[in-house]
């Protein structure tokens, strides 16, 4: 090669690389401090129940959440995996999943505060966007619409990582939006839609809890008339669990309420990252003429914790974390990597955290834009192996076992429909349709076995 296109393709390349910026994605760290190995395995931790942590080591059980040895080795990942990272995005629930009572304001904000402070010493100076989780809040999920103790001590816990109008905001109902640091023209929106959870019960008769549906919306039209672009991060998803069919989380008219919000003013929205399912997954928003416009990133937790919501089977997952690339010129997400810990492996001596995947590679597509993700739920949807690779990921590795026919139409209609009501439409039609060729498939057998019948005879 002549020098001449030696320094072009280097120029191209440094052109590819600026063009290119990350982030990392954490959640439900879940951190319970009563992990203790020394006890008996009923007791190794408050989290577990009465479920015995059979395989309790160092780095944790599935039947409990993390020990602080997990805690401090996924932010240690970080560090090693990815060191400057242009932001991090941190979506909520710190505490461990106990009684209220084991629990308390104090020890809740202390906990807080100590994932604040691990998160801030591995990574000095960067940009933290922070939101909280329903397990932030002392009694659980129990998030006020309107100004609260909590929110003000949590606020001074974060001051470091946001603007004094961020602050105020936060302190008024637990959500702020700023500029994205180091990035002109590009906006942060951090949402607190545990408001919206229908566990929370002080919110439940508020049409709009803190404001925050007409504050966002606000936000969005001067956002566009700035000409700027837009992530949305928060915890609770609107939608339907993937692991149980029918399972919402929003009060119906406002997860109808945020369907319109992104529908309003998807042209600026980017991407969406949340958590709240501890699982992979993501959702896709169309317009009405079924056109992809906007898709919501669920990223896995860091707890291992099995789920103890009835009906779900192998609800647990390995820890994960995870990396967003996007274009700094566009803010488009171009793709998602994965890295896990295999906790068997991990508490057998070897607490090496791996490369999962990268969406790009796994599902052959070009991108992580809304176009691409409703090819990969397509994919998903049409080809069994494609299937069972999603299905793989969504456990973070722990659950290899077969997607049936069932599960299937689950994660199919949850990933397309975040409408309740279409939601259940897409379950009659997809659920008709597997009964249809099931019933087919018997005609088909029973044939086949008279068939069998007349040979013998
Ligand atoms: C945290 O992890 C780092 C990196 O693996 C290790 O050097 C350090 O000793 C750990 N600290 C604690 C308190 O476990
Ligand atoms: C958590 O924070 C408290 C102070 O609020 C401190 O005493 C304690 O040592 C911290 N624990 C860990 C594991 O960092
Ligand atoms: C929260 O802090 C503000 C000052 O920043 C104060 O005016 C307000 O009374 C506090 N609210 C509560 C509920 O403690
Ligand atoms: C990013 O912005 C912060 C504060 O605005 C500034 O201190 C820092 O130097 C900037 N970093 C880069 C890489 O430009
Ligand atoms: C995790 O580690 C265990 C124990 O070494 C192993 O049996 C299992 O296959 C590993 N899982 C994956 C997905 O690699
Ligand atoms: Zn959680
Ligand atoms: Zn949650």
Not at 180 to 191: E, I, P, Q
Request: negative net charge.
């Amino acid at each position: 090669m002549s020098a001449e296109r030696l320094l072009l393709c280097c120029l191209f390349l440094q052109g590819a690389l600026a063009l290119s910026g990350n982030f990392w994605h954490i959640t439900d760290l879940h951190w319970d401090p009563s992990y203790d190995l020394g006890k008996d395995p009923k007791r190794v931790c408050e989290s577990s129940g009465i479920r015995p942590a059979a395989q309790a080591g160092p780095f944790g059980d599935h039947a409990c959440d993390s020990p602080w040895n997990l805690i401090n080795s996924s932010v240690h990942a970080m560090k090693d995996i990815l060191p400057n990272p242009d932001f991090i995005v941190w979506t909520g629930d710190d505490t461990p999943h106990v009684p209220n009572q084991n629990l308390g304001e104090e020890t809740v904000l202390r906990i807080i505060g100590n994932l604040t402070d691990i998160i801030s010493e591995v990574f000095p100076g960067t940009k933290v966007y922070s939101a909280l989780g329903n397990h932030d809040y002392h009694p659980k999920s129990q998030l006020p619409g309107g100004p609260s103790d909590m929110y003000n001590k949590t606020a001074e816990m974060w001051k470091h990582w946001l603007d004094l109008e961020s602050r105020e905001t936060f302190k008024k109902g637990g959500y702020y939006t700023e500029k994205l640091r180091n990035r002109t023209g590009f906006r942060m929106l951090v949402l607190n839609t545990n408001l919206y959870y229908d566990r929370n019960m002080l919110t439940q008769n508020d049409e709009d809890p803190a404001g925050q549906f007409s504050w966002a919306d606000g936000v969005l039209a001067q956002a566009a008339a700035s000409k700027e672009k837009v992530y949305i991060i928060g915890h609770v998803p609107p939608g339907t669990f993937e692991k149980k069919r029918g399972k919402h989380w929003y009060r119906p008219q406002f997860n109808t309420r945020y369907l319109e919000l992104i529908q309003k003013h998807h042209a600026i929205i980017m991407g969406q990252f949340f958590g709240h399912h501890h699982t992979d997954a993501f959702r896709m928003f169309y317009d009405s003429k079924d056109s992809p416009i906007s898709t919501m990133f669920l990223s896995p937790g860091v707890t291992p914790w099995e789920t103890t919501l009835p009906g779900v089977k192998n609800g647990a997952n390995n820890p994960g974390i995870r990396i967003f690339e996007y274009d700094t010129q566009t803010l488009l997400v171009q793709d998602v990597v994965t890295y896990y810990l295999n906790l068997t492996h991990a508490n057998a001596g070897r607490d090496r955290w791996e490369k999962e995947y990268r969406l790009t590679e796994s599902f052959q597509v070009a991108d992580a834009s809304p176009a691409s993700m409703h090819q990969v739920l397509e994919g998903i949807s049409e080809d069994s192996c494609r299937l069972q690779q999603y299905y793989r990921f969504n456990s973070v590795n722990f659950d290899l076992s077969e997607c049936d026919e069932g599960c299937r139409v689950d994660h199919v209609c949850a990933t397309r429909e975040v409408d309740f009501h279409r939601y259940e439409r897409c379950l009659a039609t997809k659920a008709a349709g597997a009964s249809l060729s099931g019933s087919l498939l018997s005609i088909f057998g029973m044939a086949v076995s008279i068939l069998f019948v007349f040979a013998q005879q």
